[in-house]
């Protein structure tokens, strides 16, 4: 039986120090005050939603800010309209809906898909409970709790090996007891980070020199503080409370930088209070307390599995190990779009992840340089590891995918995937596009949804 003891070794639960009330204020007037109220009272705190989706704590807001595939854009139709119709619906459907309920908009993942065509998508091709769902690019792990909901058996994988902490504390089920447990883990660690700052006490952040200059003397040495108090706990803790914790951590450390949003590269000067990161991360903690309750009432039906791997997309069969899946649904890269490894790589130094294996794994990165050949590889390549793992005729690749951009050549991504399909056993059953502004400022790109069976 796991141990249930979450006060760690030193310290009595409650009576800890936060924000005045607790509720909503994440200003940065004056040191660390004390003692908040207990915060399992019948009001839940306020959501502190990540920068992509609204947050307008530290500024005006960054360019991408809401689920990708949330667009008012022209949809059109591939392939038999029965079954492309529904794909649109999809599309169409998710405009109007909150991309950002159970725990979706948790921890800030760039480019994560709208949890409504996750889950539509997942509906329409598995409507048979107890399915293996495999999601090999599963980044924040937006398929991988629609998929849980749905009671699939979930397996994800991702080059970044913070992926795996996201979403497995994104996508776990938890009992009452469970969120009680956490909930006083936060709030010991809560006390314990606030007593550092109160003594000024030391700790040292390590991290590399080029993020350093992205705080404040005292908010480094606050966070450091809370880090090693998290990594201090008592080895009898629940694995998964403390990664639930470093994943609490992971997504503050970003909102208490000098960096205007989690996804941008803009500094901006902010003005970061003694005590605002504890209080952030208390707060942060018990939202994921009350995600995770919304998100165990959703779920009606006996949950499947959960396995979340770290590697390459591309070696799928052997990450498997014989495993075969019925449904994948994915958003792989956009050629020539983002950089993820620059991205997290803030998140990464903190957590001390390796991203030695992540720099070489990604695939249509930006700083590739927009080699057409490459993308086509990457792509290719990604499809037929896909492929190989189906486990039979009736088995779907869902793709949402968008144009690539390679340099100054903007690539169809639709018309990629259709002539890159046979290549690798699949053939094309339906798809719809939308077309959607481009946020650098160029001719309008479109997204796809594109749906693949075995030939
Ligand atoms: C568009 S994002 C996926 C977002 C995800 N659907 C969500 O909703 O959060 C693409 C993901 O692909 C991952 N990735 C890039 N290259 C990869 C590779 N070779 N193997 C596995 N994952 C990779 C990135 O780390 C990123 O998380």
């Known amino acids: 039986m796991k141990p249930r003891s979450n ?19 994440s200003d940065d007037r004056g040191p660390a005050r004390g003692p908040s109220r207990p915060r399992h009272d019948d009001r839940p705190p306020p959501r502190m939603r990540d920068r992509e989706h609204g947050d307008q704590d530290f500024g005006p807001p960054p360019g991408r800010r809401r689920p990708l595939a949330h667009g008012p854009g022209e949809i059109s139709l591939h392939g038999p309209p029965e079954l492309a119709t529904p794909l649109a619906d999809t599309i169409a459907g998710a405009r109007s809906l909150d991309g950002d309920v159970l725990t979706h908009g948790f921890h800030v993942w760039p480019a994560r898909m709208h949890r409504a065509i996750a889950g539509d998508l997942i509906a329409l091709l598995a409507p048979r409970v107890g399915s293996t769902v495999l999601d090999p690019f599963v980044g924040g792990g937006t398929v991988a709790i629609e998929a849980r909901v749905r009671g699939h058996h979930v397996i994800g994988v991702d080059a970044n090996p913070l992926s795996a902490l996201v979403v497995r504390t994104k996508a776990r089920l938890t009992s009452a007891d469970d969120r009680d447990a956490f909930g006083v883990l936060v709030e010991a660690l809560t006390e314990r980070s606030f007593e550092r700052v109160r ?44 990664e639930a914790a470093l994943v609490v951590f992971s997504s503050i450390v970003g909102k208490v930088s000098n960096r205007r ?13 003694k ?72 998140r990464l130094d903190w957590l001390s992840l390796p991203r030695t294996h992540f720099e070489r794994a990604e695939i249509g990165a930006r700083r590739h340089g927009g080699e057409v050949e490459r993308w086509d590889q990457e ?77």
């Open 199 to 242: 003594e000024r006490k030391g700790a040292l952040a390590k991290i590399h020199g080029e993020h350093l200059g992205l705080y404040g003397t005292h908010t480094l040495k606050e966070l450091a503080g809370l880090l090693e108090e998290i990594r201090s706990l008592d080895p009898q803790i629940d694995p998964a409370d403390r």
């Open 379 to 455: 792509l290719g390549d990604s499809l037929a590891a896909m492929r190989a793992v189906l486990r039979g005729p009736a088995s779907r690749v869902a793709l949402v995918i968008g144009d690539a951009q390679l340099g100054p050549r903007r690539l169809d991504a639709h018309e990629h995937v259709l002539a890159l399909a046979p290549r690798v056993g699949l053939r094309p059953i339906a798809g719809a596009s939308e077309t959607r502004p481009d946020h650098l400022g160029g001719p309008q790109r479109r997204e796809h949804v594109i749906v693949l069976g075995p030939r």
């Open 7 to 25: 006060t760690g070794p030193r310290h009595a639960p409650g009576g800890s120090r936060g924000p005045d009330g607790g509720h909503g204020r």
């Open 275 to 346: 005590g605002l990161s504890t209080e952030l991360f208390q707060r942060k903690g018990h939202e994921l307390v009350e995600r995770w309750a919304e998100l165990s009432r959703t779920v009606r039906v006996r949950p499947g599995s959960l396995e979340v791997l770290t590697g390459d997309a591309r070696a799928l069969p052997r990450l498997l190990n014989g495993k075969a899946v019925d449904l994948i649904v994915t958003s792989p890269p956009y050629g020539g779009t983002y950089d993820y490894v620059d991205q997290h790589a803030l």
């Open 261 to 273: 949003a989690d996804t941008s590269d803009e500094d901006v000067r902010k003005r970061i209070r």
